[in-house]
């Protein structure tokens, strides 16, 4: 039980361009997800809390309005990348987790490059 | 404010035990977690410590006093593909209980 797919797992996008990625609880209905972000030899710097059916709160230095976040159901929520940089190429990786329950399950990540 | 502390890297010898430590500071207590990443992959699930004292799973073990804010994983009869950064988080407690991540300890087994 507790799988987290993400889609895609990895994906090449030219600088202006915007990349959606989706996370989805598999098995398990996620009242809350997280996003994070992943620079190499770092530890998860976490961008955005979501629940389900309310706006997403970001943590401070995250543009909202570049890192859209959507949670449109209790099983699907998605981090859309907005006239993408180079400098926003990185390992994005969600969470998700069930009501009443303290441990959140990761996704296997989406590596992002924009060239 | 909430702080958390661990080693940035360690080496042991495939076959034998390593512990690997993290201090925190949080506003409000609400557990400790241990989380496994390879390289390249995402963090994978290893324990959950609420209460003082040590759980144990198979070869890992976590143990947790709250009065220290110290909590460590242990491994055992390790092996290489150990070989991997082990991360403590605790839960923060300014709603959602979104976990704030050590910056993670690097692990490397050698024959």
């Known amino acids: 039980g507790a799988v987290v797919s993400q889609h895609p797992s990895r994906v090449i996008c030219k600088s202006g361009t915007s990349v959606k990625i989706e996370c989805r609880s ?3 209905q996620a009242t809350t997800m997280f996003w994070y972000r992943q620079f190499p030899k770092k530890s998860l710097m976490l961008m955005a809390t979501s629940n389900e059916g309310s706006k997403a ?7 909202k309005d570049k890192f859209l ?10 981090l859309t990348v907005t006239s993408a940089h180079p400098e926003d190429s990185s390992f994005y990786i ?3 987790r069930a009501e009443g329950r303290d441990e959140q399950y990761f996704g296997p990540g989406t590596r992002l490059t924009v060239t | 404010g909430q702080n958390i ?3 940035t890297e360690m080496t042991a010898t495939e076959g034998a035990i390593v512990q690997i430590n993290c201090t925190y500071q949080t506003s ?17 699930f290893l324990s959950y410590n609420v209460l ?7 070869r890992f073990s976590s143990f947790l006093s709250r009065s220290k804010g110290y909590s460590y994983l242990l491994l055992k009869e390790l092996q290489m593909k150990d070989s991997a950064s082990y991360l403590c988080a605790a839960p923060f407690s300014g709603g959602y209980n979104k976990l704030i991540f050590g910056a993670g300890t690097r692990l490397a087994v050698h024959p």
């Open chain 1, 26 to 28: 598999l098995d398990f």
């Open chain 1, 57 to 63: 709160t970001y943590e401070q230095g995250v543009e």
């Open chain 1, 69 to 78: 976040i959507n949670h449109a159901s209790l099983t699907l929520s998605t």
């Open chain 1, 94 to 96: 969600c969470s998700a």
């Open chain 2, 5 to 7: 502390d661990q080693p």
């Open chain 2, 28 to 44: 409000g207590f609400n557990g400790l977690f241990w989380y496994q990443q390879h390289a390249g992959e995402a963090p994978t």
């Open chain 2, 52 to 58: 003082d004292g040590l759980e144990e799973k198979g």
